[in-house]
């Protein structure tokens, strides 16, 4: 190679021999041609280009040209000069761009000289201000005299003029001249013309380059404009449909794509405002207002995008996670200390009763009051007793029993209800919640009990045979409706007698859950919209399925077919409907009911559907609410949908989700419930939907409507064909869990439990914003006896705190709670062994406020409770205070957890997996010198995992992160860790898709999986304690007898060696790193794909001399490299097919390489 330099420079330098450059030429062709890039960018390095560059200026000035000379050197040109980034800028300096063009023009009768000229333009002019001054100088005029309508002449020099044009293109200033010069217009026609005498589709990279250019082109808000203005929607659009039949023609159909969702206008919401519209006035006079935490990378400015700044995107976005590492190890080091005066840790004794805890004076309390006491702790009494008697009161709560009073319009009720926005009504409605009306969950639980048994509703009662009508259902589910057909209809009582029939007929067999304790919750819980509305699922009760369901198999094209469809209602709005069926801003601008229309509601706990629009007569546009007090954080969704035909499928396309990307794109299935399954015996929500599909749509947010302005939305679009005409059924982003479920699940719970062995204690941590108990429990094995050594051991047994639901929308964690504390209270000898070597805190849901009202992310202050931890506010984040109060309690007296994890959902990886908090490994993956001699890590926070990646099917290691980032700085997991000491400190992150390893690999993960790997996680707890803690020797002949210890202790040492940390927590859901065409934007679809252009010059090369001009369309095969052949008549007589002249036929161009300057 270096002898090769010398000769080339010299030979460059003084060279007056032909043959000598002919020979460099030819041999330097032969070396870059083989092997990989490796060789071209050696010759790069060396200043290859610019000595290339340097030749072709001299051969360029001999008259005339040699083109047995120029035709290698221009293609070594276009061959070296792909490969070199800084091409474009080297062209520049030798102010070559000029010589190009003059080469060009003056081969413009001369195809074959003319394509190899055009092959170096283009590479130039992917150098956007090369291109430009390319531009500038008239380029875009020549090469539009090179490009023809239809013509199977010159196929070959045609698209190498496409090509360029749509490389030069790629500058705005030549885009913003094609525009102003018409090209636009010419090129829509020129594609057109291709199209449609293109029958055989022998040039389909001929349409393509002609697409290509268009595609730039719309890259500037003029262009798009333009494009429109062209009626190129239209033409576009239509030809398409010719195209999506042949797989073919892919790279077809793919670009028009693209250009039609970039130039689809964009618009705002069809909302007024995209704020929530629920808010909620927050103590202490802070604002309402939050700052928009909207991703900086999400928006899109509405001008002209600069395309080349995205393709480092991917770059930007993983430096970013190596910075967000925290690398000041003194940050990294534990520092216990405190964000409150230290005397206000004693209240927090009383949460700890377990601590002082008199076992003689328990004895002689009998179990029925101790039972009473601890339920009804910490709630303030109130003379306002619930009497749930249907006919006597109006319990605006619950809509169950007695709705027609409440109903009619002049209620004062309603009219909160109606206008959620009227601030005033809603200050009235929250303080007097906050102020007043704490019930007593005992007496409600106990009347709701005795409910079936009110002689008033029992008269009322006809033992009938299940109703089988629609109007049956209406009558439950939609009162509101039926009392606008006839408000003076007795549908109280009559609902009344379904409720009592409906409880009658449960059939009771769904463990852990009792309808009756859920009524008598649910109309103890405040929502701020005031929920009477139960969903039938959460109160009937959900059983899983006996086996989980496979991952969807994503269809071919199906986000292109549904992108197609939406941009159908631009080109073809015959069949649009535009009706707004569902509104919860403006109740009285949607037409329930309407006929041929389905009918949604979502005023219940959890739900959360905005607004409904009718957009054809099967397909629906669905809006999210946003979390209360903000303006987004829209993934979540839950409602209840009714009056479905059978056999027809339903499209659904929430048009406001803001991830960037989605599960839905890989296998997830969105869940279902259906009443009519359910009360034939089947109440199972299951996983639902097809041609599921997520990506980018042309709404954007605007300032005007209250958001971060251009922030973009996308949608996610699903199909469902119901089980049942007329069904009511419920459709949601994952399996409900509401804040009523989870209370009135330990009711049940505690109930089940044996008193005798099982200590349980339900406390309220504290009362949220929206004044809902905050439950603490404390759950451990009542002492062996009253003995002292046994009584010592209770005291002094080690405390695990786990929590759960502090991101609302994360209903996979509270399954996954469930499943602890079921396991937790079982008569399970290892979960009887597990009571004696722990004291269990748990806090089963930190945002009950956010479950209630819908949220996704956020509590009513409309913050993330989990960037809190670092420094809660007493009054804004009253649990997380609380929650961290308790934590300093617990290590002020030295008893400090020894695990603590908080269980979330993450919405954008497989599997179930743990993150964790290690100095070390932090250090090291930001690259830092890491001394071992002065950082000590124990690294005990690894067991836990590795247990669990054993004993749990869903739990995956390898998925596991132990890094510190500096975003996460104020989440539970560090602060525990830092501020507490706590070394095993977790998030437990749990997909809402399902398992890519394992057991459960290929499937979508049921709540029977989530609840397993609740109660694993406490089977893992046990095994860690064994191998971690002294244990007495009664408890390890207990523990050998119930697991296989040494397989369990041993086998994680092999899960060590599979342990790869190569994950990063980025946020608690990063960005998916599978690879489907979900973005509209993306220009990263091959387009500038060089190994395209290598394939023409090979292609060239290997064309076989004397051939017909126009045999190109001999052949079915788009520019294969025989339809193409022979398209030029070389000049250059030549025995060998790889056409390098190495012969001196001519003379006399010398002179100019010895002027060129070195
Ligand atoms: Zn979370």
């Not at 939305?713 to 009523?740: G, K, M, R």
Request: proline fraction near 5%.
């Amino acid at each position: 190679m270096c002898r090769l330099r010398r000769i080339k420079r010299k030979s460059w330098q003084s060279s007056c021999d032909k043959d000598v450059l002919l020979n460099i030429l030819s041999v330097l062709t032969d070396l870059l041609s083989l092997g990989t890039g490796r060789r071209i960018h050696y010759v790069i390095s060396k200043g290859g280009s610019e000595a290339l560059l340097q030749a072709l200026i001299s051969a360029a000035r001999t008259e005339p040209p040699d083109p047995s000379i120029l035709l290698p050197l221009l293609r070594l040109l276009a061959r070296v000069g792909q490969q070199d980034r800084k091409f474009g800028i080297k062209v520049q300096k030798a102010e070559a761009t000029d010589v190009i063009l003059s080469l060009t023009r003056q081969n413009l009768g001369h195809h074959l000289n003319l394509t190899h000229c055009l092959w170096v333009l283009r590479v130039c002019a992917s150098n956007v201000a090369a291109g430009t001054m390319l531009g500038i100088n008239g380029a875009m005029e020549l090469l539009f005299k090179v490009i023809t309508p239809y013509s199977k002449q010159h196929v070959r020099t045609v698209r190498a003029a496409i090509e360029a044009l749509a490389a030069l293109l790629k500058s705005k200033s030549n885009s913003r001249q094609a525009v102003n010069r018409g090209y636009l217009g010419g090129l829509l026609r020129l594609y057109q013309d291709w199209h449609h005498n293109d029958v055989s589709n022998n040039y389909i990279y001929i349409r393509r380059g002609l697409l290509l250019c268009l595609k730039h082109i719309t890259n500037i808000q003029l262009g798009r404009e333009t494009f429109l203005g062209s009626r190129g929607m239209e033409i576009l659009f239509t030809s398409v449909q010719d195209c999506l039949s042949c797989k073919n023609l892919d790279p077809i159909v793919t670009t028009v794509t693209q250009i039609l969702r970039k130039c689809y206008p964009k618009e705002p919401l069809p909302l007024v405002t995209v704020r929530s519209s629920y808010s909620f006035p927050l103590p202490g006079n802070v604002k309402t207002e939050r700052p928009c935490m909207g991703s900086e990378d999400d928006n899109e400015s509405d001008g002209e995008e600069d395309m080349e700044t995205d393709l480092n995107k991917d770059d930007v976005e993983s430096k970013e996670e190596d910075y967000d590492l925290e690398t000041d190890v003194n940050k990294l080091r534990s520092r216990p200390g405190l964000d409150r005066p230290e005397e206000e840790l004693g209240q927090y004794e009383a949460m700890c009763p377990e601590l002082s805890l008199n076992f003689q004076e328990l004895d002689s309390e009998s179990e029925e009051e101790k039972k009473s006491e601890d339920r009804t702790e910490n709630l303030p009494s109130t003379s306002s007793h619930f009497i749930p008697s249907g006919n006597s009161v109006k319990d605006p709560n619950c809509r169950w029993r007695t709705q027609s009073g409440t109903e009619a319009g002049s209620d004062p009720g309603e009219k909160d209800f109606k206008v959620p926005l009227q601030s005033s009504a809603k200050k009235e409605k929250c303080s007097r919640s906050l102020i007043g009306e704490k019930r007593e969950i005992v007496e409600t639980v106990q009347n709701a009990n005795s409910y079936e048994e009110d002689p008033a509703k029992s008269d009322t009662f006809s033992p009938c045979p299940l109703p089988k009508e629609a109007a049956w259902y209406k009558k439950i589910f939609n009162p509101q409706c039926e009392a606008s057909i006839d408000p003076t209809s007795g549908v109280r009582s009559e609902t009344s007698e379904i409720m009592t029939k409906l409880l009658e007929e449960h059939q009771g067999n769904i463990p852990f859950h009792s309808p009756h304790f859920y009524i008598a919750r649910a109309k103890g819980t405040k929502s701020i919209p005031a929920y009477r509305d139960l969903a039938f699922p959460d109160f009937w009760g959900h059983q899983p399925p006996p086996s989980c369901k496979p991952m969807l198999e994503r269809q071919y094209g199906v986000q292109r077919d549904k992108v197609l469809d939406d941009v159908r209602r631009l080109i073809q709005p015959g069949d649009l409907i535009g009706r707004t069926v569902f509104d919860i801003d403006e109740p009285s601008h949607s037409s329930p009911g309407a006929p041929d229309c389905l009918t949604f509601f979502s005023k219940f706990e959890s739900g959360n559907l905005r607004k409904a629009i009718q957009v054809r007569e099967f397909e629906y546009d669905l809006i999210m609410n946003a979390d209360v007090n903000t303006n987004q954080h829209h993934q979540w969704f839950y409602f209840e949908v009714r009056g479905m035909k059978l056999a027809v499928p339903y499209r659904f396309n929430i048009i406001n989700c803001e991830k960037l990307n989605s599960q839905f794109n890989y296998g997830m299935q969105l869940v279902m419930y259906s009443v009519k399954e359910a009360l034939q015996g089947r109440p199972l929500w299951l996983r639902a939907g097809h041609n599921i599909s997520y990506y980018k749509n042309h709404y954007r947010c605007s300032a005007a409507a209250g958001g971060a302005r251009g922030k973009c939305y996308y949608t996610l679009t699903f199909s469902i064909e119901f089980p049942h005409e007329d069904d009511v059924c419920y459709l949601a982003y994952h399996y409900p869990y509401t804040y009523s479920a989870m209370m009135s699940h330990l009711d049940v719970l505690e109930q089940s439990r044996n008193p005798k062995k099982v200590y349980w204690r339900q406390q309220v941590l504290c009362q949220t914003l929206g004044g809902n108990p905050c439950p603490l429990l404390t759950i451990t094995a009542m002492p062996e006896s009253r003995k002292s050594d046994d009584l010592e051991q209770f005291y002094s047994r080690p405390y695990v705190f786990l929590m759960a639901r502090v991101h609302p929308g994360e209903s996979n964690a509270s399954w996954v709670m469930k499943g602890t504390l079921e396991f937790l209270v079982s008569s399970d000898p290892i979960a009887d062994l597990l009571r004696k070597c722990f004291i269990f805190k748990i806090v089963p849901m930190l945002n009950p406020d956010g479950v209630i009202n819908g949220n996704h992310r956020c509590s009513l202050s409309g913050d993330d409770l989990n960037r809190q931890w670092l420094a809660p506010s007493s009054q804004l984040h009253p649990t997380i205070y609380h929650t961290k109060g308790l934590l300093y309690y617990l290590r002020s007296i030295g008893r400090a957890p020894l695990v603590f994890c908080d269980y979330h959902g993450h919405s954008q990886k497989k599997n179930v997996f743990l993150y964790g908090c290690s100095i070390k490994e932090t250090l090291w993956q930001a690259g830092c010198m890491v001394d071992t001699a002065v950082i000590t890590e124990d690294v005990g926070y690894r067991t836990l995992p590795k247990i669990l990646d054993k004993v749990a099917p869903a739990f995956v290691m390898s998925s596991c992160s132990f890094l510190v980032e500096k975003s996460r700085e104020s989440t539970a997991r560090v602060v525990v860790w830092q501020e507490m000491g706590v070394l095993r400190s977790y998030t437990m992150e749990s997909t809402y898709c399902g398992c890519s390893h394992g057991l459960y690999k290929g499937l979508q993960l049921g709540t029977q999986e989530l609840e397993e790997m609740g109660s694993k996680f406490c089977l893992a707890l046990l095994i860690l304690h064994l191998k971690s803690l002294p244990c007495s020797k009664k408890v390890m002949a207990q523990a050998a007898l119930l697991l296989d210890l040494d397989e369990e202790i041993t086998i994680t040492d092999r899960a060590q060696r599979r342990y790869s940390n190569n994950s990063l927590e980025t946020e608690d859901e990063p960005p998916c790193a599978e690879e489907i065409d979900y973005n509209t934007d993306s220009c990263s679809d091959g387009e500038g794909d060089f190994s395209e252009l290598d394939q023409e010059i090979q292609e060239c090369l290997s064309w076989v001399e004397g051939e017909a001009e126009d045999e190109g369309d001999t052949t079915g095969q788009t520019c294969s490299s025989k339809a193409l052949r022979g398209l030029y008549i070389s000049n250059q007589p030549s025995s060998s097919s790889t056409a390098l002249p190495l012969s001196s036929a001519s003379l006399g161009v010398y002179s100019g390489f010895e002027s060129s300057p070195a």
